[in-house]
């Protein structure tokens, strides 16, 4: 039977809710919690996307918890995260607080008695269970996990072949000696290519814009050299995920300062991959500046080396239609194609689709504020965790659980049952900006579901930063007694 009532209530396990319960045992014993998770199992991400070549595009030094040392190469495949994760639920003993096939549907907020009541879709019996908490820790993502980005491209359905997207990978999907059109250019598309191309007649990869690639080996030099000196784990983890961290802190600064140098040594590391003849200016050069969407890394270039070999065909173009046979590109040409995969991304998923609702009246987050995009206005006693895009996910991960038990602490330690950030009067509707500026991060997923997020005020607390490297420092040191946070 699923305890009714706990402190804090968990949403998701994935390697955000994972690392988010670790946190709160750890560090606040005296709280009682749960973890629930919509999906039969733990991993989120890691469970649902099973297409060829499933890897992380983060280090797993800096991807991977700080209390957790990693002792395997630096890229991870989807295989090895899940068992990373197992192995955290086993050595925290987190079994017993997490409950499967548990979906959220609703969340009412009560501020007399300062209660979540919460109902959750039981996936396994079909019932409805009702669960109440002090404080809500939405942990399940930024995206849909049931169905991923496909647009509605003119004449679709009317393509006799197969269409598949790698969120909805068919295990018996066969691809042997057939004519294949991966759609896409991001991390996604980076990965499946190089590994379906040698099952296919002919692979081509489909983008209507290039994207930024940075290619090395996948190990570490420094951890390959702390543990031949049989140095233990825990300090070979915090040494280089220290020194990523600090070189990756000079690779940004300087691609935001000098974007066009940034640009043209990314350049020069695909042209090394694939020579000199290759039209890298169509199609692998972006039209936006370094940083401005993620930079997909292509552990021991292995892209390139399916390009090189004449088993993948890169073509830059628009879709004008698909046709029965395949797909029309704007400049004339038809790509036929008995598979067609839709590498196109994400639909962005803001707070789990939750219905919330605060002393009966239903809540509009597009119509509120972030407060550095770790909670909303209008939303009491809830901490949404929202990672790193330009850094590891997970490193925010361990900041906000950070920040969390230190928030519950101090409302402990004054008596106060509610917490919730509130706009300076002063500040007006007009004011108020989209969550993140275009020329700061735009991705697609962002841009198309701009309009369901929070909204942005101009000062450093009603902005999310993306900026790990001021997070470590600011968060830790907030002063919860100003810092526009309403406690009672």
């Not at 570490?220 to 600090?246: C, F, G, M, Q, Y």
Request: proline share 6%; charged share 25%; hydrophobic share 40%.
């Amino acid at each position: 039977m699923m305890q009714k009532y706990v402190d804090v209530l968990i949403i998701g396990a994935g390697i955000s809710g994972i690392g988010s319960a670790v946190h709160l045992q750890n560090q606040c014993p005296d709280k009682s919690f749960a973890v629930i998770e919509a999906h039969e199992s733990f991993g989120g991400t890691w469970l649902i996307h099973n297409y060829p070549g499933i890897r992380s595009d983060s280090d797993l030094f800096t991807f991977g918890y700080r209390f957790k040392p990693w002792i395997g190469p630096p890229i991870a495949t989807g295989q090895e995260i899940m068992q990373y994760l197992k192995e955290v639920i086993e050595e925290q003993n987190l079994d017993k607080h997490i409950r499967y096939q548990r979906k959220v549907t609703q969340a009412s907020y009560n501020s007399s008695d300062a209660i979540w009541t919460v109902t959750v879709k039981n996936g396994a019996t079909g019932e409805t269970e009702i669960l109440t908490t002090r404080f809500l820790w939405m942990c399940q993502g930024y995206y849909r996990h049931d169905k991923g980005y496909r647009p509605n491209w003119p004449g679709l359905e009317e393509y006799t072949g197969e269409l598949v997207h790698p969120q909805d990978w068919p295990s018996d999907l066969d691809l042997k000696g057939k004519r294949v059109i991966v759609i896409g250019s991001g991390a996604t598309a980076a990965t499946l290519v190089p590994n379906i191309a040698s099952k296919c007649e002919h692979l081509t990869m489909l983008q209507r814009s290039p994207t930024y690639f940075y290619i090395d080996a996948n190990r570490n030099e420094l951890a390959d050299t702390l543990r031949s000196l049989d140095i233990d784990p825990a300090w070979i983890h915090e040494i280089v995920r220290r020194k990523i961290l600090h070189d990756q802190k000079i690779v940004t600064q300087l691609a935001l300062a000098f974007p066009e140098e940034a640009k043209a040594e990314l350049l020069k590391g695909v042209r090394d991959q694939v020579g000199p003849d290759y039209d890298i200016a169509t199609h692998f050069t972006p039209r936006y500046r370094p940083w401005e969407q993620r930079i997909a890394f292509i552990p021991n270039g292995d892209l390139f080396k399916a390009v090189k070999s004449g088993k993948v065909e890169i073509v830059t173009d628009k879709i004008e239609r698909f046709t029965p046979e395949g797909i029309r590109l704007e400049s004339g040409p038809l790509l036929e194609a008995e598979v067609v995969i839709t590498a196109t991304g994400f639909n962005l998923c803001v707070l789990g689709d939750i219905a919330f609702t605060v002393d009966g009246v239903p809540l509009d987050a597009s119509s509120k504020v972030t407060w550095r995009g770790l909670m909303v206005t209008g939303l009491p006693n809830l901490v949404w965790t929202f990672g790193y895009f330009r850094a590891s996910w997970t490193l925010r991960v361990d900041l906000i659980g950070d920040f969390v038990c230190r928030l519950l602490k101090h409302m402990d330690a004054h008596g106060w049952r509610s917490v919730d950030p509130v706009l300076p009067a002063d500040v007006t509707l007009s004011q108020l900006e989209p969550w993140s500026k275009g020329s700061n991060f735009a991705p697609g997923y962002m841009k198309r579901g701009a309009g369901l997020l929070p909204k942005r005020g101009t000062a450093p607390e009603w902005t999310h930063t993306q900026d790990y490297w001021y997070e470590k420092d600011e968060l830790p040191k907030l002063d919860f007694d100003s810092s526009s946070l309403r406690f009672e």
